[in-house]
Structures are given as structure tokens and as C-alpha cells.
């Protein structure tokens, strides 16, 4: 029996298409989800190895960006290869989601890398520099450069290409930025707080896993036929075509997307190193802020494909958008400026549907941000409306997009480096962002110079654009430091204030005479009697506590007063790690109270990273000490882990003794401390009410005579007086209990892990119960035995 085949007519093919770029969109929307998802894990795995100086953070995000770049191009040029881009788009999702499974396996033998190589030229920024960026780039460089072929090989399906690629582009793009926002709340909020990264690395994998089964399923079923022909679709009205740009002006937009691509992302380093002078400094603040940013992004997206649909691409329409960005971002400083009196009338309404903790948050980021991230997601399918117009089939649509994409891309990783290193540092924050605006308007004025000659548009548009843009900038650009802090901190003098790559520290004077360090706005250090106290035995404590120490490191200098209560001791070497050299210059002021502690002939700073540094050192402690970050701050995951917790316990040396101080906040974070401290040290005791924890890898053993024999040393005897420790009652009256009875108050649960960062996304501990340092100590006190003299 003969069985004939029939090729589908145009019809048929309408009807079945008409199905796919639906599909395409949610797919692209999962994409999107799990792609942020990783690059918030990437970062945050990679900052564990390499830190988080500046330095290390740009060399990370260059060679992610720069794997992004090299996707796009080559995507785009394997376009023209093949008939079947869904199925390759389809096997680039599985790809991802296999090298992520690995990326745990893949970190571990780059650490092992990185401390073999450091340890060959421990001291030098540009060796570091160069391999962390070679080593980033291993890592990174296939699953980045994956997630870069994404788009330009979508763009190249029949799904997409035709009169219609610059419209539907736009509802792509709309729609992976839209998954991106899901992706950065749901990792924020909940995955890697609730379920660890390891976990969060798995389910993201998951679903690319089963988005590329499903793209691979679409190009069996709508890419097999190969007897197709491209038709339009007859049910479907179109809109009107793009403009057909001149190879000059292509030129001309290529350029314009450079500039484009390295304002938008020097943008956001500004922006974010504003923004902390104003908001809270935990990572849930950070993922609003990222969110708002990605939100309005998908808007104009959405935006765009709407009036593409309706008049087309247009080169006038992305000129108007070029130069509304430059208007925009010099009115952002003083729409942040206004957010504290917006917050005031609206935000009982704005926080009972975001939750009141992260509310002035989310009307920062409304008011700031917003505008110029819609009109970039407007801007942006619109070019590339406009670059992909005229395109003969699918494989030239998807190297189209690919060298647009590459193009901004690329641009994007010099301008987040030359703002932080360069612009930042040199110019401020408020002059950088004119400057950013001013090149942005400059390219808008560019292409209003390249519309027709008979256009009525270009003299209005040029005139109109420049005098809105000077009259914005001499009006609406305050100094959003002096802003910040004339809200925050009223009523204080601002002494000494420094802008540099790694943060903004400035020195104020309260009407007390009381000098306050505030690091990217926030408290750092004080002069105050209560202050100065807590830091001043968190220093001297370790000088009670081992009986001849002889070199001591302090993770992070803050105010100083703690590296400089160990520094009383002049026999003691004290090395000091401050990740920020801004910081180094603002505790001179503090000279008073750290006992100038920076021009110490037996102190030693450092700035670099201070677990990156205790990765990589050989070097063993006798003491080892921190004037740390509250751990619910972003980032302080990583000095709040038993991870951490076991480097510093390899870096004693033998008798040596580790000293952590113990916020009392809640409950569940006090227990979880210590119980993880624990885990790490063999010998633990709890001194100063259990806000103390002293860890050590052989028992603690001290000596009544040889105490007292120590308080008649110079130097070290006054700093012991100082800290309320003047004598043996008084160092039996800091004792709080020993090991048995911490262990006891600790119980079983969970820990601190750099896997499972719970202090840093204290939202997923699920305890709110209130806990007071007062309440921590009389919590510890209860659980110990009766004592007999200072601790065995």
C-alpha cells in the first residue's frame, strides 16, 4: 500500500507558528530566571575564593560580561550554519544547566589554583589581579558565554524573523528581563537563604534542564519541515516596517549602542554607591534594588514592542529616548534627595504591600531609578529594531543581534571598570553622573543630526534636548552625600570625607564633641565611652587570655580602637587586614581613642580582603581578633561561617587563640553562633556575658601569678586596666562559662555555613523573636554551673 506526503501549505504553517513564539516566551522568561539566579551564586561562590575588594569584583564581573560578549558573536555566526536554531537554543539551556551542577566541583579545584599561585606572589595587586581574572574567566567563560548565544539564536527561529523581528524581539527581551526579576527576588528572598546555594544551583538547573528539553521538542515539531518556505502570517496584522537605515547611520547606531552600553552599566556602579548612603546595607535591600532596576527594564520593553507594533521602529524614536535617559539621570540625584519626604506621606501605603522593612527601599528605588531603566528598556529593542531592518532570512537576523548585542555588551565591562577605578574615585559620584548623562544626550543629539535634512523633528529636537538637558543639570543635580546625611544624620559636622573604589567614609563631629566614622553611610566606628569600651576589650581581651602572644592579625580596622588595644603590647606584631584604604585614613581621626594606631611601629595594615587573605597566607597567629560587620549586613555571610570560622582555626599557632565577638540580636541567631563556633574549636569558653567567644585548638589554661606578673608589663598591664580587667577579680568577673555549659546552651540545629548563609538572609531563620545583648548574656549565664576561679 503507498502512502503519500504532502508538504503543509502557508496556511497550515501560519496556524502552527502562531503557537510558537507564545512558547518562546515563556521559555525565554524561565532562561532569564535561572540566568540571574546564577550569576548571583557565581558572584557570591567567587567572592568566597578571590574577596570582594573592588579589584576582585570587577575582575569577576569582566570576565562574566566578557563570556556574555563572546556568546552573542559566535551565536550570531552560527546562525548561518544552521536551519535549526530552537534545537541548538535548546541544547545551550541543557549545557547550562549541566556546567552548573558542576560549578561547586569547578570552585574547589579553583581555590586549590589560586592559593598554589598566590602563594608565589602573596603581595602583589597585579599578579592577584591577573589571576583571579584568568581563573574567573575558566569558570565562567563557557557557562557565560552559553547564556550569551541565547538571544541571537532565538532571534534567528522562524518564530521570530520577518517583518515583525523587531517588535517580538522586544516581547523576548521584555520577557527574560521579566523571569530576570523573578530570578533575583526568589534567590534573594527565599532559595539561597532557605534551601543554600548548593541547592539553589541544583533547582536552576533543573529548569533549564526541562526549558531545553521543551525548545528541542518546538524545533522537532515546527522546525522539521523541509520543504518550508518563509510566509507571512495571514492572521496577523503587521505593523508598520523600521526605518532602513544608510550604512552610515548604522554606523552611527553601532556607536550609539557602545555609548549606550557603557552608560548604562557605569550607571548602575554610581547609582549603587549612592544608594547606600540612603538605604539599609543588608542584601535584601540590594535585591529590591536590583529588582526595580530589572522591572523597569521589562516595562520598556514591553513598552517598546508596543510602539513598534504601532509605528514602527523609528531613528527619531530613539533619539527622543536618548535624550530623555540624559534628562532622567541628572533629575535621579535629586528625586533621591526628595525620597525621604515621599517615604514620609506614602510609605504606611507603599509598606503594606511590600513589607514595611524594605519600603523606603522600594520608594528610593521608584524614584531614582525607575525612569531611566524604562526608557533604557525602551531604547533597546528599538535599536535593535532599527540594526536587524532589511535582514534577507534568520541567519542575518541572528548575527544582527549578535554584534549589536557583543557590541553593548563589551562596552557595558570598560564602563563599569572606569567608573569604579577611574571616574568614582577622581571625579565623585555627582560629577560622574553628569558626565554619564552628558555622553548619553550627546549620542541622542547624534542621531538627531542623522535624521533626514527635510525632517522638522532635528532643529526642535537638538535645541529642545540641549537646553532641557543644562537647565536639569545647573538645577537638579544636589550632592547626594551631603543630601544623604543632612536627612540621616542631622545636626553633624562633616569633618573629612573620601570617595574612593572600594567605598565612601567620611568623619563627622556630634554637638558633644563625638566623632562618628560612617562607611557608605552607615555607623561604623565612634569616640563615645560605650564604643570605644566594646572595641577596646574585643582588642585587649586576647592579651588576658594567652599567657606571651607574640603577632596578632586583625580582620578589619574599622575605628581602630581594637588593632590599637592589642598594639599597647609593644612586643606584640600586630597585622591588620582593612578591605578598604578609605577607611585606613579615616581612623587618623579617631587617633584620639585607637591610640594612632596607623603610624604604630608594631602594627602593619593591609588592604586587602580578610578572608581572601587568610586563604592564601602562610603565616601563623598567635592572636587572632576582628572588628567586624553586623552579620546581617550584605556580604557578611562570609565572616559569619564555620568555613571562615576554620581558617582562622588553621592560621593559629600552636597555644593561639581566637577571639569572636557575639552580637545579641535574636534568639536564634545568638544559639546559631555559637553553636557553630563550636563546631570549628575543640576548647570554646564565653566571657564579657557570652558576647565573647574565645576558641582555641588546645585548653585554656591561665594562671593567677602569671597574670598578675603581666599586669606590671608597660604597655600591656594599662590596656588590661583600661578594659576592666586591672586585676584577677576582675578578669574572673568578665568569665563567663566553659565549654560543657556552651555546649549545653547551644543544643542541636542548624549552623553558619557558607552554603547556608542564614544571619545575611535572616528572613529565612523565620524567627522574629527579639533578643537584646542584655537578654544574650543573662540567656548564657543561665545555663552555666557554679565556677571555681578562672577557667581550667
Not at 502570517?233 to 544608510?246: F, K, Q, T, V, Y
Not at 564602563?415 to 550627546?442: D, E
Not at 602569671?706 to 578594659?723: D, F, K, M, N
Request: net charge neutral; glycine share 10%; charged share 15%.
Amino acid at each position: 500500500m503507498a502512502m503519500t506526503v504532502t508538504a503543509p501549505g502557508p496556511t497550515a504553517i501560519g496556524r502552527r507558528d502562531a503557537s510558537l513564539f507564545p512558547t518562546l516566551c515563556l521559555l525565554f522568561f524561565a532562561s532569564g530566571a535561572c540566568g540571574l539566579i546564577y550569576q548571583q551564586l557565581w558572584l557570591r561562590q567567587l567572592s568566597l575564593v578571590f574577596g570582594v575588594t573592588i579589584y576582585a569584583v570587577s575582575t569577576v564581573l569582566a570576565a562574566f560580561f566578557g563570556g556574555l560578549a563572546l556568546g552573542s558573536v559566535l551565536a550570531g555566526r552560527w546562525t548561518a550554519r544552521t536551519s535549526r536554531p530552537l534545537h541548538w537554543y535548546g541544547v545551550v539551556e541543557i549545557l547550562v544547566g549541566a556546567l552548573a551542577l558542576m560549578t561547586p566541583a569547578a570552585l574547589r579545584a579553583v581555590e586549590r589554583v589560586y592559593v598554589a599561585i598566590a602563594g608565589f606572589a602573596p603581595d602583589s595587586v597585579a599578579a592577584l589581579t591577573a589571576t583571579r581574572f584568568v581563573l574567573s574567566f575558566v569558570v565562567l567563560l563557557v557557562p557565560a558565554t552559553l547564556l550569551g548565544a541565547t538571544l541571537p539564536l532565538v532571534a534567528s527561529s522562524r518564530a521570530v524573523r520577518g517583518s515583525r523581528v523587531g517588535e517580538r524581539i522586544s516581547v523576548l527581551y521584555a520577557s527574560n528581563t521579566a523571569g530576570a526579576i523573578t530570578g533575583t527576588l526568589v534567590a534573594g528572598f527565599w532559595m539561597i537563604g532557605d534551601l543554600g546555594v548548593i541547592s539553589s544551583f541544583r533547582v536552576a538547573a533543573t529548569v533549564n534542564v526541562i526549558v531545553g528539553v521543551i525548545a528541542i521538542g518546538c524545533s522537532r515539531w515546527y522546525e522539521s519541515d523541509a520543504e518550508r518556505v518563509e510566509v507571512a502570517e495571514p492572521n496577523e496584522r503587521l505593523g508598520p516596517p523600521a526605518d532602513r537605515l544608510s550604512e552610515r547611520n548604522r554606523r552611527l547606531l553601532l556607536g550609539v549602542f557602545a555609548v549606550s552600553g557603557f552608560v548604562s552599566i557605569a550607571l548602575e556602579v554610581v547609582w549603587f554607591r549612592v544608594l547606600v548612603l540612603y538605604v539599609e546595607s543588608d542584601t535584601y535591600a540590594f535585591t529590591i534594588m536590583l529588582a526595580v532596576v530589572l522591572t523597569g527594564i521589562a516595562v520598556g520593553g514591553y513598552v517598546a514592542a508596543f510602539v513598534m507594533h504601532r509605528w514602527g521602529a523609528r531613528l527619531a524614536h530613539l533619539a527622543v529616548i536618548e535624550l530623555a535617559v540624559g534628562i532622567t539621570i541628572v533629575t535621579s540625584l535629586a528625586m533621591l534627595a526628595k525620597s525621604f519626604t515621599v517615604n514620609g506621606r506614602y510609605g504606611e501605603v507603599l509598606g503594606s504591600v511590600v513589607g514595611q522593612d524594605i519600603r523606603f527601599v522600594t520608594v528610593a528605588g521608584l524614584l531614582t531609578v525607575a525612569p531611566t531603566a524604562i526608557l533604557l528598556g525602551v531604547g533597546f529593542p528599538i535599536g535593535l529594531g532599527l540594526w536587524t531592518a532589511g535582514a534577507v532570512d534568520g541567519a542575518e537576523t541572528g548575527r544582527r543581534v549578535g554584534t549589536l548585542y557583543a557590541v553593548n555588551v563589551a562596552a557595558g565591562i570598560a564602563g563599569s571598570i572606569c567608573a569604579g577605578f577611574l571616574l568614582i574615585p577622581m571625579l565623585g559620584s555627582r560629577t560622574t553622573l553628569i558626565l554619564l548623562a552628558a555622553a548619553l544626550s550627546a549620542s541622542g543629539l547624534v542621531l538627531v543630526w542623522a535624521l533626514p535634512r527635510s525632517s522638522r523633528l532635528r532643529p526642535t529636537l537638538g535645541i529642545a534636548g540641549g537646553l532641557v538637558f543644562i537647565l536639569a543639570t545647573v538645577v537638579a543635580v544636589p550632592d547626594p552625600y551631603a543630601a544623604a546625611l543632612r536627612y540621616r544624620y542631622p545636626g553633624q559636622r562633616v569633618l573629612w570625607q573620601d570617595q574612593g573604589p572600594q567605598a565612601t567614609v567620611s568623619i563627622h563631629e556630634e554637638v558633644d564633641g563625638t566623632r562618628v566614622m560612617f562607611l557608605d553611610g552607615l555607623h561604623q566606628a565612634n569616640t563615645s565611652a560605650g564604643m570605644v569600651g566594646i572595641h577596646r576589650l574585643i582588642g585587649t581581651l586576647p592579651l588576658a587570655v594567652h599567657p606571651d602572644p607574640q603577632r596578632a592579625l586583625v580582620v578589619g580596622l574599622g575605628g581602630g580602637v581594637t588593632a590599637g588595644a592589642l598594639s599597647d603590647d609593644p612586643e606584640l606584631q600586630v597585622d591588620v587586614i582593612e578591605l578598604s584604604p578609605e577607611v585606613v585614613e579615616g581612623a587618623e581621626w579617631l587617633a584620639a581613642v585607637n591610640g594612632d594606631v596607623t603610624n604604630r611601629p608594631n602594627v602593619d595594615i593591609r588592604v586587602d580582603d580578610g578572608r581572601n587573605y587568610l586563604l592564601t597566607t602562610d603565616r601563623r597567629y598567635d592572636v587572632i581578633t576582628a572588628d567586624l560587620i553586623q552579620p546581617e549586613h550584605a556580604g557578611a555571610g562570609k565572616l559569619w561561617s564555620k568555613e571562615y570560622w576554620e581558617l582562622t582555626r588553621d592560621a593559629l599557632a600552636p597555644g593561639g587563640v581566637m577571639v569572636q565577638w557575639v552580637p545579641g540580636t535574636r534568639a536564634i541567631d545568638h544559639t546559631m553562633i555559637v553553636r557553630s563556633f563550636l563546631e570549628v574549636f575543640p576548647y570554646v569558653t564565653a566571657w564579657a556575658g557570652g558576647s565573647m567567644l574565645v576558641g582555641s585548638n588546645e585548653p585554656l589554661s591561665i594562671s593567677a601569678s602569671a597574670y598578675v606578673e603581666r599586669l606590671t608589663e608597660p604597655g600591656t598591664g594599662t590596656a588590661l586596666a583600661q578594659a576592666g580587667m586591672g586585676d584577677v577579680d576582675q578578669l574572673r568577673a568578665t568569665y563567663t562559662v566553659g565549654h560543657e555549659e556552651l555546649v549545653a546552651y547551644a543544643g542541636e540545629g542548624a549552623l553558619l555555613t557558607d552554603d547556608r548563609p542564614r544571619l545575611e538572609f535572616w528572613k529565612s531563620t523565620r524567627s522574629d523573636r527579639p533578643l537584646g545583648e542584655r537578654s544574650a548574656r543573662r540567656t548564657c549565664r543561665a545555663t552555666r554551673l557554679p565556677r571555681q576561679g578562672l577557667p581550667p
